[in-house]
């Protein structure tokens, strides 16, 4: 267990100095002040003119150095508040008719933030649900001839809605669009009689692929009049060309007429729909361009474009705000719920296979739609990270990706994204750049421009041609030289001619190695210039900086132990002391005991500590033997049989020639040869019961004992006081129990007499006449005899 703990504290040591060297030399390798601190916030820059050391380093590191208040360089990023339009809240019981264009959801609307590299800003997003906030909804239709039983139902779409919504928007309009397939076989028949009606020999309109039949209009009327006069067409194929309609629906805003409002595209179908490619059966490769082609509300080029991507249709009504709800009848259900989740802040709802519940369908759509906040930012620039934290209406906090939405969100319900960007480097070439943040499905955006800070503002104030830099020959920039193009080094003393730039790194590279000056110094005209330490007492030396004074190895965390000197990363030891870390003395003093044996002739001597022979064992001069049964015990019998002459070796004392016997008088004299722990005072019984004393000791390798000749013997018993002693306690014992005897019986004769008087006084006859006393008189009286 103590090896293993060592090792771990090594290990933790190691591990510690090697993250410190990491940590102080993160910043070295910036060389003007723009390049210190684009390798991270930690990195400061000293600009003055006098400073030596390393320039770019931690803070508290160029001030230990003596670097000066006033010459710190240590920009920082800011946030600046541009635009921060309150978020607008509608007094109660008031009734307040507001523009679109008054209504505010989001808080602030413009930040400018400056960024350093590596340091993040962060600010927050408030977002409000306003109230009575208007809608443009446009129904988008497929008017293949197997929809001809809806038209009935949603021709009334415009007033109904209407009436439905009032309790959400005052300020709802509503357009109508219809699709059908690209008139191109084998979408369609393409012969002169069919193109004109599809149908036949039944009666349809001629086929279409899109036409905007009604812009978004508040005439709930209009909307019905418009339906009405629609009649349905056919194609050969079931796919039909809805994606092609919804781009078109999207691109064209001005045509359609959507307002910077809440926009609602409701995609109404009873069939599939052609993907990007599907166009290259009917001889159409162009991929579609995502733009606006309609004339006279007509869609013109469905013959020349393929069908969009669903990323096209995603990014085009992501770019528009607007949620899509597609109404599909249950066979499809699947497959537009597959196309929903590719496609931002869309719904899939059951349609009917009349269309009869088309108005609760859009209603219950919105409610999901609408109640949920999901934000989205432009692209970035290379390099900058932007990051969410949401803080919804049930108090919890999300990160990551949910950290990006809140659901759940009713009218009036206030919500707040904190936000946190971060750049690394400078990138744009420190160009400003603008990046946007919106909620999907809202109109309603964040401008944030991103300022980088790529250089200090000491930058500004440089002298071109500074005699400090060799007679003009660079530009003084932040306390040091940047040169011109035929100068190198420090202080642009190196001309590029007499020596080129690979000969410089060349002559700091020792032997094979790759690393200019060891990576602890600077090549400055193909010469090292070691890296001055923060400690002055710690410093590289060498040609190439190879060597120092403070990596050679430690001991007792002291360098080479205490006993030697640090030279090249190498321990020169003192006289008396060697090892890697100095660390093993070559006086053996410490393994000598008391009576100046060696480790007590069980072990040997190495680097001052004993190193035990007999593995029983241990201590530092190996004295201790925790499992032995102890030297008094283990060479009693031989004492006892040499001193006395008795004991179970008492025939011949067979092994116990051993030692040299030396007597003494009595226990006292003893004393002089007694030495804890080596010579202990040994106390042991002999076959007699009595005590016996010697000490057993090895002094230049010879055993001695020596026997205090004196024996302690118990002396035996005094038998009268004994008997006496025996006789008395049985004496009282009888009396004892005679008294006690005695005791019980007066109590027994007591309690005896005390219930007869009781029973006595409960008599009921007279203790003067006996009352089962007869007398011996008869009288007998005639019956007859009446007195005469």
């Known amino acids: 267990m103590d090896v293993r703990v060592l090792l771990i504290l090594v290990l933790l040591a190691f591990v510690s100095r090697s993250r410190a060297k990491t940590d102080s030399n993160d910043c070295l390798s910036g060389e003007t002040c723009g390049e210190c601190i684009q390798i991270g916030p930690q990195c400061v820059w000293c600009k003055d003119p006098d400073y030596k050391p390393s320039r770019c380093d931690h803070q508290d590191s160029l001030e230990k150095a003596g670097c000066t208040a006033l010459g ?437 590279r020792m032997g094979n190695s790759t690393d200019i000056c060891s990576n602890n110094g600077e090549c400055v005209c193909g010469t090292c210039e070691c890296k001055i330490r923060d400690n002055p007492e710690e410093r590289y030396s060498g040609k190439f900086c190879e060597c120092d004074n403070f990596s050679c190895d430690r001991s007792d965390n002291k360098l080479c132990g205490g006993h030697g000197r640090c030279v090249c990363r190498k321990c020169i030891c003192d006289a008396d002391y060697t090892g890697s870390a100095c660390d093993c003395p070559l006086n053996d003093s410490t393994c000598r005991t008391g009576n100046k044996q060696m480790c007590n002739g069980r072990g040997v001597c190495k680097c001052g500590k004993c190193i035990c022979t007999d593995p029983k064992f241990q201590g530092d001069t190996c004295e201790f033997c925790p499992s032995c049964p102890g030297v008094c015990t283990e060479h009693k019998d031989c004492v006892e049989c040499r001193a006395f002459k008795t004991g179970v070796k008492k025939n011949g004392c067979e092994g116990c020639s051993n030692f040299n016997y030396i007597p003494v008088k009595k226990k006292e004299d003893l004393s002089p040869h007694i030495d804890p722990p080596n010579v202990p005072l040994c106390k042991q019984r002999d076959a007699n019961d009595c005590w016996f004393y010697f000490t057993y000791a090895i002094r230049n390798d010879n055993v001695e004992v020596h026997v205090a000749e004196s024996l302690e013997c118990p002396s035996g018993p005094d038998i009268i006081p004994i008997v006496a002693g025996v006789v008395a306690g049985i004496v009282l014992i009888g009396l004892a129990l005679l008294l006690i005897w005695k005791l019980l019986m007066v109590l027994h004769d007591r309690r005896e007499f005390d219930k007869f008087e009781k029973e006595k006084m409960n008599a009921k006859w007279d203790t003067g006449e006996n009352p089962i006393y007869k007398s011996a008189v008869t009288t007998v009286v005639n019956p007859r005899y009446e007195g005469k």
Not at 357 to 363: H, P, Q, R, S
Not at 472 to 490: F, H, I, M
Request: proline share 5%.
């Open 72 to 508: 710190i360089e240590n920009p920082r990023g800011t946030i600046t508040i541009d635009k921060n339009k309150p978020v607008t809240n509608r007094k109660p019981d008031v009734a307040e008719t507001l523009k679109h264009d008054e209504i505010t959801q989001m808080q602030p609307q413009k930040l400018t933030l400056d960024l350093r590299s590596g340091e993040a800003q962060k600010f927050t997003l408030k977002f409000k649900r306003a109230e009575d906030y208007p809608i443009d909804l446009y129904f988008l239709m497929d008017l293949s001839d197997s929809m001809l039983s809806n038209i009935e139902n949603v021709k009334n779409l415009g007033t109904e809605l209407a009436k439905k919504m009032q309790g959400t928007t005052s300020d709802l309009r509503i357009g109508f669009g219809s699709f059908l397939e690209k008139l191109v076989m084998p979408f369609i028949l393409t012969t002169p009689k069919y193109l004109k009606n599809p149908c036949y020999p039944g009666n349809c309109t001629a086929p279409f692929t899109y036409k905007n039949v009604l812009s978004l209009t508040s005439d709930g009327q209009a909307f019905t009049r418009e339906v009405s006069k629609q009649k349905t067409s056919g194609n050969l194929d079931s796919p039909e060309a809805g994606f092609d309609a919804i781009m078109q629906a999207a691109a064209c805003t001005k045509e359609i007429g959507w307002r910077n409002v809440t926009r609602l595209l409701v995609f109404s179908t009873d069939a599939g729909f052609h993907l990007a490619g599907d166009g290259k059966l009917g001889g159409i490769v162009r991929p579609n361009d995502g733009k606006c082609h309609l004339e006279n509300n007509m869609y013109t080029m469905g013959h020349y474009f393929d069908y969009p991507t669903i990323s096209q249709l995603a990014d085009t009504l992501s770019e528009n705000n607007i949620q899509t709800i597609f109404a599909v009848t249950q066979p499809f259900r699947v497959i537009y719920e597959q196309l929903s989740a590719l496609i931002p802040k869309s719904k899939v709802g059951i349609l009917s296979a009349s269309s009869s519940n088309v108005i609760e369908l859009i209603l219950e759509a919105y409610k999901e739609l609408s109640s949920e906040i999901i934000l989205e930012n432009s692209k970035l620039p290379k390099n900058v990270s932007i990051s969410f934290v949401s803080h919804c209406k049930n108090g919890g906090s999300q990160k990551g990706e949910n950290g990006r939405k809140c659901s759940n969100i009713s009218i009036g319900d206030e919500v707040t994204f904190d936000v946190e960007i971060v750049t690394e480097g400078c990138p744009s070439n420190g160009k400003s750049e603008t990046i946007k943040i919106k909620p999907l499905g809202f109109n309603e955006e964040v401008e944030v421009v991103l300022n980088f800070i790529c250089e200090c503002e000491c930058h500004k104030d440089n002298i071109p041609n500074s005699p400090v830099c060799t007679d003009g020959k660079g530009t003084l920039e932040c306390g040091v030289c940047r040169c011109n193009e035929d100068r190198l080094g420090r202080l642009c003393e190196c001309s590029r001619d007499e020596v080129q730039s690979e000969d410089l790194d060349a002559n700091c």
